[in-house]
């Protein structure tokens, strides 16, 4: 069974950093791309950013390029670096994976976690 | 950036209705097109890829169609548990942008 349990989120001042982790277990970590979607309150979903299967592909929404970081590793954990927050980026985090079956350089998303709150206020 | 569009952004109609929420891109896409749907409360889930492929699970009263800059989702009988937000997802390039959602109630 697919699993994405995320962990990390938090309450932060702006300005602050938080970093997200993703714990993947079920399925061949290698073989997915994976990516993190956020949700602001009462709001709709708004992708942030992909990473390939090696880690060498990475995408940033524009609302996060320069301030946010995704990067995995072989314990079969993705993490979302998120740094200068803004209060803006209050949302819940979802982690999700991208199919094994997917062109690389694409990315949607067939497994979601269920999401960890990140709360940006001084 | 290509821009997703969805219409109409609520819904409320009868059990049993054949419903249709349209889904547009700014820019062809082809078929990179995913619907999610998402519950009160829940995570979303993956309903249709390639802009007609019904994944493994989801009710054959779901079905996707479109490709190049306009799509939608179908719903042929509404049940009370379709009640939810909708989403398309265009998936081709960077940025991987979601519409703005369709809300979806029982009238």
């Known amino acids: 069974e697919v699993q994405l349990l995320e962990s990390g989120g938090g309450f932060v001042q702006p300005g602050g950093s938080l970093r997200l982790s993703c714990a993947a277990s079920?399925?061949?970590?290698?073989?997915?791309?994976m990516g993190w979607v956020r949700q602001a309150p009462g709001k709709g979903l708004e992708w942030v950013s992909s990473i390939g299967r090696s880690g060498t592909l990475k995408y940033y929404a524009d609302s996060v390029k320069g301030r946010f970081t995704v990067s995995r590793d072989s314990s079969n954990t993705l993490y979302l670096q998120m740094n200068t927050l803004r209060a803006e980026d209050t949302a819940v985090y979802f982690c999700?994976?991208?199919?094994?079956?997917?062109?690389?350089?694409?990315?949607?998303?067939?497994?979601w976690g269920q999401g960890s709150l990140v709360t940006v206020s001084s | 950036d290509i821009q997703m569009t969805q219409s109409p952004s609520s819904l409320s109609a009868s059990v049993g209705d054949r419903v249709t929420i349209t889904c547009r891109a700014s820019?062809?896409?082809?078929?990179?097109l995913a619907w999610y749907q998402q519950k009160p409360g829940k995570v979303p889930k993956l309903l249709i890829s390639a802009a007609s492929t019904l994944q493994s699970g989801v009710p054959s009263r779901f079905s996707g169609s479109g490709s190049g800059t306009d799509f939608t989702l179908t719903i042929s009988s509404l049940q009370p548990e379709d009640v939810a937000t909708y989403y398309c997802?265009?998936?081709?390039?960077?940025?991987?942008?979601f519409g703005p959602g369709t809300k979806v109630d029982i009238k």
């Open positions: 820019q062809g896409i082809s078929n990179y």
């Open positions: 997802q265009k998936y081709n390039s960077a940025p991987f942008s």
């Open positions: 079920g399925f061949t970590f290698s073989s997915c791309g």
């Open positions: 999700a994976r991208r199919p094994p079956s997917a062109e690389s350089g694409t990315s949607y998303f067939d497994y």
